[in-house]
């Protein structure tokens, strides 16, 4: 069994208000032992605990949920894709850093995604050629950068980078739209989420992304594709009726979605089972977003408890479809 979504912190990094000099940089406070909070600027993120960062903690809960494999990625409030470049650089490498040396004492079980300084393509480049080096698999990416959506030239071009360096791509979303209105009841996860998810498919399918990229890309998107599955048809629907909708594409959407993949992070036996009719199963994946809050509490309950699904669909979706994903499968 792997988990292809599940994130990690490190126990601590250096005070990056101080070194760049403007506020409202992520930092941890360590409550008690075990446990601490997320802090972004003076507010308070998100709690967390040992898992985030330890190893042994991460392989004692793997056990007791029967996960063989893990890959962890840092969570999308690291990115800094906001920041000037060469400081999102200086964090993707210290978050790189820290990926590669919880996986090390992982026991072989856990595998990273990094982070790249995606504003700027040549330095996401860069970054990511060192970062498989170095032993990452691939690499997170957020679905936009700032108002430059995922059929961007600049993003582009660093996903046909992906592709000649083998790296898995797993897009997650970050930045949420609508912030005014979604800042009360955490909207902004249960209602922005699915929406930057669904806007980063689109954007890749109507801006002819796909059309560009190399087939042999691998590529996944998180929370199973957020809303897109469940409005596909809204979406062919009006590619087919209004010619201003079908922009650079050359197939109705429904024709793209053998060029990626989507987690199975959707927390419904029902909507996995659809999520899974719409995809096919051969491109639904175990993630749980675990060790966070509304991850998944026990990684791969939903997908070993979900009805209408036999054993051989079952294996592929908690670890034959990421083999393939990650490029582990054996020949
Ligand atoms: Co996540």
């Known amino acids: 069994m792997i988990d292809i979504h599940s994130h990690f912190l490190p126990e601590t990094w250096p005070d990056l208000a101080a070194r760049f000099g403007t506020p409202d940089w992520p930092w941890m406070r360590h409550t008690e032992a075990g446990k601490a909070m997320l802090m972004l600027g003076e507010k ?33 409030l690291l990115f800094a894709y906001d920041r000037p470049a060469q400081q999102a650089t200086e964090c993707a490498r210290l978050f790189n ?51 430059r959506n995922l059929d961007d030239e600049g993003l582009i071009v660093f996903l046909q980078h992906c592709a ?61 594709g957020g809303s897109f599955a469940f409005l596909l048809g809204r979406l ?11 922009g650079k594409s050359t197939g109705l959407p429904s024709s793209y979605l053998r060029r990626f993949y989507v987690d199975s992070a959707v927390f419904d036996a029902a909507a996995l089972r659809f999520l899974a009719d719409v995809m096919g199963e051969d491109r639904v994946m175990l993630g749980s977003d675990y060790p966070f809050p509304l991850g998944e509490e026990f990684v791969g309950e939903l997908i070993r408890n979900a009805p209408g699904f ?22």
């Open 44 to 76: 308070e993120f998100r709690p967390v605990y040992d898992a985030c960062w330890s190893a042994s903690r991460r392989i004692e809960e793997m056990d007791r949920d029967g996960i063989d494999l893990q890959v962890i990625s840092a969570t999308p």
């Open 97 to 147: 850093d820290s990926a590669r040396e919880i996986c090390c004492g992982g026991a072989g079980r856990l595998l990273s995604l990094c982070q790249v300084p995606l504003q700027d393509t040549d330095a996401a480049c860069k970054v990511l050629s060192g970062a498989m080096r170095d032993g990452h698999v691939g690499v997170q990416i957020g679905n936009h950068v700032g108002e």
């Open 164 to 224: 000649s360096e083998g790296a898995a791509v797993l897009v997650h979303p970050w930045d949420m739209l609508g912030k005014e209105r979604t800042h009360k009841y955490m909207m902004a996860w249960t209602v922005g989420m699915p929406a930057e998810t669904q806007l980063g498919i689109v954007s890749m399918i109507l801006g002819g992304a796909f059309e560009r990229l190399p087939e042999n890309l691998r590529l996944c998107f998180a929370h199973g």
């Open 236 to 246: 062919d629907n009006a590619w087919r009726r209004r010619d201003i909708v079908r």
């Open 310 to 331: 036999g054993a051989a669909a079952k294996t592929r979706l908690l670890g034959g479809n990421a083999e393939r994903f990650l490029g582990i499968a054996e020949a």
